[in-house]
């Protein structure tokens, strides 16, 4: 149980960095351990901030 409310919050946070645009945050928050998420490259932070956004953006206008 501890460990779903630790990838939720993860996730939280994930989604809240989407929202900002900040691709270093957004890696930050990608990296965090709790998120279980792996082979997460720094370099592609901007790639990954552009396709979550692009992605959130589709999901949001359903």
Do not use: S
Not at 8 to 20: D, G, R, T
Not at 38 to 60: G, H, I, S, T
């Amino acid at each position: 149980m501890l460990l779903l409310i630790l990838v939720h919050a993860a996730v939280i946070a994930i989604n809240e960095a989407i929202e900002k645009g900040i691709a270093e945050q957004t890696i930050v928050t990608l990296r965090n351990p709790n998120a279980m998420l792996l082979n997460v490259d720094e370099e592609l932070a901007q790639d990954y901030q552009n396709e979550l956004f692009d992605a959130k953006r589709r999901k949001d206008l359903g």
